[in-house]
């Protein structure tokens, strides 16, 4: 092995495209796509699709609304010939769908692929011959004239075959194969040589496909590539310019989307990427980028999971968790910081009320593709005090005051390390009906019943009721400007206890005669500990004086020891 592998390769040579226009465009609209699923990404299945599979794999494509699509290589076999065949003549094909085929450029495998496709309203015959150097010399041992003379040749016999079936509306493709490893000006030769076979016309034109069959250089250099051949190819409004790029350097996406902006009509790939070596380009991340700069992509993916869910069985393989997009964790944050900024952003979004997405960390609305908010935060131990909250509200529509938070924070992290794993909803609300206890028995104080009164119009009020410390009940009555502050002095007077208000709030849950009240109380002890009751109750009274009690059993021992003292010395 050499000491330094990398004197074995030589860079790929750039383009001679000084005035290049690509880099100052942007794609405003959608290019046409083909998707290869059936073909090319059959190919590169371990166990291809059987009949049902592609079927249902057809009915997806169709669904999210593929107009062109490549169902398969008649030539490969008799289950696939008869899986093509069957499908033209069963009427499952909309009419707004083109079936295309693929043919190696030999005149048995055309005439197969031809027969294939018998009976088809309109249909696309793709022929491919490789052309760069390395398969020349090494592959094939021809020289460049004889390459063309098989471009040539195979076009030859796709135009008689189609001659000899005129009930379809034939159109012809035609693959350069490997033109992202060839000489420019040789691929440009042979594709005027296959146009003067075919003689395109602006209503009927040839697609000529640029397919980066090995990624060789950064996708800068492809789009160059595409760009040239836009400029030379002669009868270009008579030519559709495809493009199908590979992701041997992992830069399918880019290079699909610098040759779009280069001048290409239409992409050819596959959903989530499947493909041969490292696969083809990803039709899903590729429209939905659209998507997200306010381009239609004019594909469907509001039923994300459902997408997922047939890909992955028809193709045995799995979406990745963080696939762009489609993953199923590629909407969740796990960092405290990552959940506050979403947090605040959802917040943000239901304030502005307009239609403008602007959430941080968040790309496209998570609801745009079927998914839930409420699993764009989920909860490890090491989320922050914002996940919790944001969980917690989406799961039981309790709004913690920020304070509060922190506060919480700190036990589900605690109990997030000692189980070592994701923390659900129901774990995140046991660890909360633990520590506050909102139906309000998690202590030695609980409410019996209570009632409240004024001495006179805008005078303090009264407050008189009866509590329960310890098991024992007590009549309690105090006077304040307002129902908290005389239940406090109730509790201060008869029983003890010594807690200051620092800090209050309620919101409703629901709507309606079903909504309930939640009430937050924060309160200081006299040696300076801040503690927190929280209460759900139909009655936000109610909920306000739980709420309290409920701080009150989180003050602990100090505070029931001066009630009970209180207690024993009125007893």
Avoid at 217 to 232: G, K, M
Avoid at 530 to 542: K, L, N
Wanted: with cysteine; hydrophobic share 40%.
């Amino acid at each position: 092995m050499l000491r330094d592998p990398s004197i074995k390769y030589r860079p790929f040579p750039i383009v001679d495209l000084p005035d290049r226009q690509w880099p100052s465009r942007t794609i405003d609209r959608a290019p046409r796509w083909l998707s290869t699923d059936m073909r090319d990404g059959n190919q590169a299945l371990i166990d291809p699709m059987n009949a049902e599979k592609k079927q249902r794999f057809f009915d997806l494509l169709v669904k999210i609304g593929l107009k062109e699509i490549e169902i398969g290589f008649p030539s490969a076999g008799a289950t696939e010939f008869d899986f093509i065949s069957g499908l033209v003549r069963s009427g499952a094909v909309p009419d707004d769908v083109t079936v295309q085929v693929l043919t190696q450029a030999r005149a048995d495998l055309i005439a197969r692929s031809f027969e294939s496709l018998e009976g088809a309203r309109t249909a696309v015959v793709h022929m491919y011959n490789a052309v760069s150097p390395a398969w020349r010399q090494i592959v094939f041992g021809m020289d460049r004239p004889q390459v063309k003379a098989i471009a040539v040749e195979g076009m030859s016999r796709m135009r008689e075959q189609a001659e000899r079936r005129p009930d379809t509306a034939w159109r012809f493709e035609y693959s350069p194969e490997t033109f992202s490893t060839a000489e420019l000006d040789f691929s440009l030769e042979v594709c005027e040589a296959v146009m003067d076979v075919i003689e395109p016309t602006p209503d009927k034109p040839l697609i000529i496909n640029l397919p980066a069959t090995v990624e060789a250089a950064t996708p800068n250099v492809y789009a160059d590539q595409v760009e040239w051949f836009c400029r030379h190819i002669s009868r270009r409004d008579r030519v559709i310019v495809s493009v199908h790029p590979h992701n041997d350097r992992g830069t399918g996406v880019a290079a699909a989307e610098l040759s779009v902006m280069a001048g290409a009509d239409r992409v050819e790939g596959c959903l989530f990427g499947n493909g041969e070596r490292t696969g083809n380009v990803d039709l899903v991340t590729l429209a939905l980028n659209l998507y997200t700069q306010g381009v239609d992509p004019g594909l469907d993916f509001s039923d994300m999971d459902g997408v997922i869910q047939t890909v992955e069985h028809c193709n045995a393989l799995p979406v990745h968790p963080r696939h762009p997009y489609a993953g199923e964790l590629v909407f969740t944050a796990f960092s405290g910081s990552h959940q506050d900024a979403i947090k605040k952003g959802f917040a943000a979004q239901a304030q502005r009320n307009d239609q403008i997405w602007n959430v941080p960390y968040l790309p496209i609305d998570p609801a745009d593709l079927g998914r839930s908010y409420e699993a764009v935060i989920r909860v490890n131990s090491q989320s922050g005090k914002g996940g919790f909250a944001w969980v917690l509200e989406q799961d039981k529509g309790l709004k913690l005051p920020k304070r509060m938070q922190a506060d919480f924070s700190r036990h589900v992290q605690a109990y997030a390390d000692a189980a070592g794993r994701e923390l659900t909803a129901e774990d995140i609300w046991t660890v909360f009906d633990g520590v506050y206890a909102p139906g309000g028995d998690n202590g030695p104080f609980a409410l019996i019943d209570y009632e409240e009164g004024r001495s006179a119009p805008g005078r303090e009020r009264r407050f008189s009721g009866r509590i329960r410390l310890n098991g024992q009940e007590r009549r309690i009555t105090g006077r304040g400007n307002g129902f908290l502050s005389s239940a406090l002095d109730a509790l201060r007077e008869d029983c003890g206890l010594d807690l200051d208000i620092a800090d209050y709030h309620e919101h409703a849950i629901g709507h309606g005669g079903a909504a309930q009240a939640a009430a937050y109380v924060e309160c200081r002890t006299p040696d300076g500990a801040t503690v927190f009751g929280v209460a759900i109750d139909p009655d936000v009274a109610t909920a306000s004086l739980k709420a309290l009690l409920g701080a009150a059993n989180r003050a602990g021992g100090v505070a029931v020891q001066a009630a009970e003292k209180t207690l024993t010395t009125a007893g």
